[in-house]
Structure formats: C-alpha cells, structure tokens
C-alpha cells in the first residue's frame, strides 16, 4: 500500500513529485498541481505532503501518511475556499503561517485547492512567499490550468499537469475500493466521464444518481417554452436545495472540528469559555450566504455538464461515430432524441447551454441564467425526448 495509490491513472505526471519526495537533489519548494477537473489535483498535492513527511516516502501505514490524508497532521495547511474567491486576509496569514518552522516533521507544506480564486491583488501578497520561501516550507498550488494563475506565480512554480483518468483506471478504482460490481462501475466511470470524485458519489449515492437523472430528464421538457422555463426552475430548486443540505454539514463538521480541537466531542457540555465562540461561529451568516451560493452555482455547472454529456452522446448518433455512449443507462432516451431531433439543432442546444455556463461564471443570476437556457433550447427545435411513463 502506498499514498500514491490514490491518484488514479497519474503514474506519468505524478513521476517529479514521487523523484522528489525520494531525493532531496530534485525537490523544490514551489509546486502548481494542474489538471481538468476530476484528475485528482488535490489527492495528488495531499499524497506527495504524506511522501515528504512520511520516513518511508508516502508508505501509507504510517502516521505521517494516516495524519496528512485525514487532514490532521500540524505541519499540513490545506486551503480549499468555500467562497467565490480566496480573501486576501486569508492569504496574509498563511504567509505568517508558512514561515513557523515545522512542530513534527522536516517540512511545513502548504496546499491551496484553489488557487484559480485568487485575485491579482491577492496573488502578489502571495508572490514574495513563493519567490523566496524557507528552507523548510513547500507550497502546492492547484488550479485547472496555469492560465488560470498569474504568469508572475506559475513562472516560479514547478509545473506537474494532470489529466483525466482511463475508464478503466477509474473502473477499477471503484471495483477495489468501493466493492461497486464492474458493470456499474464502468457505468458510473462513464457518466461522470472520469472525475473519480463525482463517479464514487454516483457509485455510491442512490440519491446523486436521482439528481442526475433529473438533469437528464430535461431534454423531455424542452419541446415548448414553457416547459423547458418550468424545467429550468426545477434544476435551479434542486440545485440551491442541495448546496443548503451541504452548508448546513459543512458547518455541523466546522463546528465539531471547533470543538475537538478543545478536547470536546459532539454531545458533551460545552463550557461557558467557549459557548460565545460558538456562537460567533454559527452567526456568521455572510459567510454561510456565500458558501452556499458558490455550491449552487458549482452543482447547477456540474448539472450542465451532464446535460452537455447527453446532447454529445445524441450528436454520436446522429452523426454514426460508433463510439460508447456516455450515458448508456439513458440509450433510449438518446436513441429517442437522435431520431426526431437534426444534428445542427443537436450543436445548437450544446452551443446555448455553454453560454449558460459562461453566465454562470460571470455571477448571472442562476435563474435567469438557465430560463434563457432552456428558451434556446426550445427554439433550437429540439423534439420531445422519450420520458418514462
């Protein structure tokens, strides 16, 4: 068993973090981890923090390596941000924070999930730490691509890019570590079209694969306005529906990492000292708002990949490329919309959800956003796909 196990079908790009972990001649201290989303940018930041920590180089058994992957571990920082961007107080005081030098082991590592959510301003703050870090600091920047970060940043950061895993690789990732049958783990490989974080949930949560086919569902409400507008309202309710369900656990899970860090478990009396800042903790709505309005609007971007999966899978079709279906569990409902739908209309409805993924983006209200959506689509002269009875 090894830390690296985890970061499926990366064996190539992850093969500079492995030399440095083992060799001190081909260590740098300024990482940016890259790759599309669902290619394991921040499992491969945490597992090379485990191999640099760990005696044996990220042996997995050990308790650097059980530390470092469940989040625990003093000299491991991991900003993963909740809100649209990363403050730039939040930047401040993880360079006060990566010049301490290290409580347990030979390095103080700092991993940023998200570094695309910095702005320029905040970015150069962040510049001197990473032109001219200690002796015993690392940083790991993720991003989805080094465009994505200013050019003065990724200029002074080793670059490893990632990319989406095999089906395969991700197929056996579920096999082996989920117990999920090889039928319905190729099944959810391919639906998720390889992101290893959203096949594990479909392969895993009969309430996600739900969601999903209410996402896909929508093509069968798109053959007048009015339905694709009611349609478009539906994925908007389920999407904030969520995103609430996940602020509210993520903020039960803040709250108990509160108190255990004060040698409190969740049930226990809480003393007086600590009740205000609870209290302080929880009322916090500001930033719960943002939190739940950047989930939203990542599930309903998430939702519209799908629906972007089913309209390719209908131009496959259409255009007879012979290729495997990205949603086979859906071949009727693609079969169906193939056959009374064209191919420039099939292009057009891809074009117009793209642009509500790219108002999305600029912060269009999400309803507007996904009722124009649905218009297009309507107007495109998409037929009525085939819906259950």
Known sequence: MSVWDVTVGQEEAIAPLRAAAASAEAMTHSWLITGPPGSGRSVAARAFAAALLCGEGGCGECHDCATVVGGTHPDVRVVATRNVTISIDEVRELVTHSARRPSQGRWRIVIVEDADRMTERTSNVLLKAIEEPPEHTVWLLCAPSPRDVIVTIRSRCRPVGLRIPAVEAVTRLLVEQDGVSEEQARAMA???????????????????????????????????????????????????????????????????????????????????????????????????RKRTTRM?????????????????????????????????????????????????ATLRCLEVIEEARERLAANVAPALALEAMGVGIALAGTPRAHQPA
Do not use: W
């Open 190 to 288: 391919m639906a998720a079209q390889c992101h290893i974080g959203m096949a594990r949930r479909l392969a895993t949560d009969p309430a996600a694969r739900e969601r999903r086919d209410q996402v896909l569902a929508f093509p069968g409400h798109a053959s007048s306005v009015g339905g694709a507008v009611i349609a478009a309202g539906e994925l908007v309710d389920m999407a904030k529906s969520e995103a609430e369900q996940r602020s509210r656990e993520q903020e039960e899970t803040d709250a108990a990492a509160v108190l255990h860090a004060h040698g409190l478990e969740a049930g226990e009396t809480i003393p007086a000292r600590m009740r205000s800042q609870l209290a302080q903790f929880k009322a916090d709505k500001d930033e719960v």
């Open 296 to 344: 939203q609007r990542d599930i309903l971007d998430r939702a519209l990949l799908d629906l972007m999966a089913f309209y390719r899978d209908v131009v496959s079709v259409q255009a007879r490329s012979g290729v495997d279906l990205i949603n086979a569990s859906h071949t009727e409902d693609v079969m169906q919309a193939a056959g009374v739908s064209t191919l420039g």
